[in-house]
Structure formats: C-alpha cells, structure tokens
C-alpha cells in the first residue's frame, strides 16, 4: 500500500517533502540510514522543483511504500514536467582537479550511491522515479 | 542552519550548524560572498554540522575555489555524515579538511 502526497514542486516544501519521504521510518532506524533517504529525497525533489517546468506552479508527487521491512522503503518522484532521465546523465569525473570539477551533476550522482535499485519511466506524460533502499543491512 | 562568524584581522573563522540543505546553502553562499573580501584565512568549523546535500557541496567548492586566490580555506571537526558526503563525491580530495 502507498501513501502519497502532492505539493507544489518548489524549494519552499522541501522540509514536507522530507518528512513525508522519512514517515515510516522509526526511532530504532539508524542516523546514517535516515541521512541517506533525506538526501535522496532532497536531490530527486529539488531537481524537480528547479528544472522540471519552465512555469512556477507545476507539481510533485511523491508515493511512498514500505519501511524498514525486508523490502525496504521505495519512493517515486512524479512530475509531469519535460520527459527527462536523470538516471541517464553521466557520472561526474572524480579525478578531476579543483577547477576542471563541474558544479552540477553531483545530487543524481549521489543518489545512485546511495540506493540499491533506482529507475526511471515516462507513463502518461509523466516523469516517474523510483527509489528503494533497505534499511538496515550491515551499515549500507 | 546557524553561521556564527569569528573575525580575527584577516582570520575569519564561520561555525555552521545544523543542516546545509539546498535553502540553508543559498543563505550560505551569500554569507561568503559578503565576508571574504581581504580574509587571507577561512576556517570553517563543521562541528555541529549534521547533513549536507549537494547543494553545500558546491558552495564548499566555490569557497575553497576563491580562498585558493586568496589565502587558505580548512574544514575543521568534520562530523562522520558530512565527511561520508565529501568521500562519496571526491570531495575530501578537493577540499582541505582537517578533522
């Protein structure tokens, strides 16, 4: 079962979005694991709010299902902004020096670190991404 | 996120605490750019730093980038959140870090 909730995709709710994303989660999930689902849901919201429309007062949705059971916490990002996949954009050159490292490109980068399964679909005009993550496994 | 600043000739030293988010990160940047002129020596104190996004990735970045023109820029007491953050980007590379 999901629950979901719909704002308008603007910075300005990026502390609703957040709570919403870490709702099932309990006292007993680890600092670190509740870090990585805030950050998560921070670089997919804001990547959403920034550069999804190119109108103010487009929307977000964000559904969630699932906790710190075996199957984890998955979330999906829905937009219906410009068809993009974030998924796709290249990873960022790590080896680069300091003035040759480009600015942007790290928030989709980190998210890839951090899950265990991420995709991407474009379904009735809609941008959906999907997230999951297991909490609690080893300190991942 | 709180910046208190500490200002010794040209030492600055700026304290962050709580969370450099994609909103705090915006207040961040401007808080550099208004403190920088003539600082020779940046520190910043990341002790009660508790999480940093991308966000404050790139402003860390721009400031060690300009501090580089300048003098010198070193993060102090990087809590474990933040600096797995700075590791899983390359960052602790790019950046002068001492915890």
Known sequence: MADELRVEAKVDNLQQVIDFATGTLTDACPMRERMHIELVTEEIFVNIASYAYSEPG???????????????????????????????????????????????????????????????????????????????KNGQ | MEIKKEQNGNALTMFLSGRL??????????????????????????KDLTYVASSGLRTFLMAQKRMNKQGTMTMRHVQDAVMEVLAMTGFDDLLQIER
């Open chain 1, 58 to 136: 487009g929307f977000a949705v964000i559904r969630r299902s699932g906790g710190e059971g075996s199957e984890g916490l998955t979330l999906s990002f829905i937009d219906g902004g410009v068809p993009y996949d974030p998924l796709k954009k290249p990873d960022p050159d790590l080896t680069l020096p300091i003035d040759e490292r480009p600015i942007g490109g790290l928030g989709v980068f980190l998210v890839k670190k951090i899950v265990d399964e991420a995709y991407y679909e474009y379904k009735d005009g809609k941008n959906i991404l999907t997230v999951r993550k297991v909490i609690g």
């Open chain 2, 21 to 46: 988010d994609t909103v705090a990160a915006a207040d961040f940047e401007k808080e550099l750019e208004a403190s920088l002129t003539d600082v020779t020596s940046l520190v910043l104190d990341c």
